[in-house]
């Protein structure tokens, strides 16, 4: 099956990337919950976080300082070396 994945970035000539493989399963697995500050983004993370913790999975909660700029390089840097998978919470 061919997916098309949209670049919310406006990139004028956005770069071809390939799609990472999907978690087989998300016990033993620790999932990064990015908040990027967006209203009630937190109420959906705290549910998410509740639903991967009943499938055994290990969370990881993480914060952008706000909505209107990307996630500083140490926040990306952390979810990158401790995390298996990342959910970022888009929510009004």
């Known amino acids: 099956m061919n997916q098309v994945v949209l670049d919310p970035t406006a990139e004028l000539n956005p770069a071809n990337r390939a799609v990472l493989p999907r978690l087989n399963q998300l016990g033993g697995k620790t999932i ?3 908040d990027i500050n967006k209203p009630r983004g937190d109420k959906l993370l705290d549910r998410l976080e509740t639903l ?9 909660r993480y914060n952008k300082p706000t909505m209107t700029r990307v996630a500083p390089l140490e926040v990306k840097q952390a979810i990158a070396s401790e995390c298996d998978a990342v959910i970022e919470a888009l929510a009004d």
């Open 32 to 34: 990064g919950l990015l």
């Open 52 to 60: 991967l913790n009943n499938e055994g999975a290990q969370v990881r």
